[in-house]
T-cell receptor, first 116, second 116 residues
């Protein structure tokens, strides 16, 4: 079945450590996204990528980094510069931005990061 | 700038009764409107979208939404609620591509509880 796989599902990190969240899709989607979800705040866009080796900052990119070396993969690194990293992180993918299929996002099951 | 408001943090409805989850939006130009649903500790799932055409849009699981341009609203409805409809519902908006609007803006979510 096609879909998006995020790992790990749960992750604990000590302050000052970097951590990388994995996101893999087999939908042949060109665009991929990372969102952060906090209770009562909805989803906020961290980074997105429309093609391999290219990505753009979203609304809350500070303290995060991404790479897009393969179409199927879009890992997110939460760096020690992120001041409040405890959150639920969602990866998503979609068809190209400039198509009617854009914004019909397929989401992964999420990764819950807790900083101890 | 584009924005979405979901005025109710929580909606409670008895099983079998009709349900409405409210959404209003602000965007320059014609909007692209979406509803997504999230079950606990899961990613979001696409329910329905309005791009153009008929103001009443039908989606998955018996849900529908009505686009009202004059009231800038896109309320989600279902004639008869099921206990399994209990979840977190997100409205999202995007402006027209020609305005350079590519990303979705999500509302803060409305928790729907269907009471047996």
């Amino acid at each position: 079945d096609g879909g998006i796989t995020q790992s790990p599902k749960y992750l604990f990190r000590k302050e000052g450590q970097n951590v990388t969240l994995s996101c893999e899709q087999n939908l042949n989607h060109d665009a991929m996204y990372w969102y952060r979800q906090d209770p009562g705040q909805g989803l906020r866009l961290i980074y997105y990528s429309q093609i391999v080796n290219d990505f753009q900052k979203g609304d809350i990119a500070e303290g995060y980094s991404v790479s897009r070396e393969k179409k199927e993969s879009f890992p997110l690194t939460v760096t020690s510069a992120q001041k409040n990293p405890t959150a639920f992180y969602l990866c998503a993918s979609s068809q190209l931005q400039a198509t009617l299929g854009a914004n019909v996002l397929t989401f992964g099951a999420g990764s819950r990061l807790t900083v101890l | 700038a584009q924005s979405v408001a979901q005025p109710e943090d929580q909606v409670n409805v008895a099983e079998g009764n009709p349900l409405t989850v409210k959404c209003t939006y602000s965007v320059s130009g014609n909007p692209y409107l979406f509803w997504y649903v999230q079950y606990p500790n899961r990613g979001l799932q696409f329910l329905l979208k309005y791009i153009t055409g008929d103001n009443l849009v039908k989606g998955s699981y018996g849900f529908e939404a009505e686009f009202n341009k004059s009231q800038t609203s896109f309320h989600l409805k279902k004639p008869s609620a099921l206990v399994s409809d209990s979840a977190l519902y997100f409205c999202a908006v995007r402006g027209p591509l020609e305005a350079g609007s590519y990303q979705l803006t999500f509302g803060k979510g409305t928790k729907l509880s269907v009471i047996p």
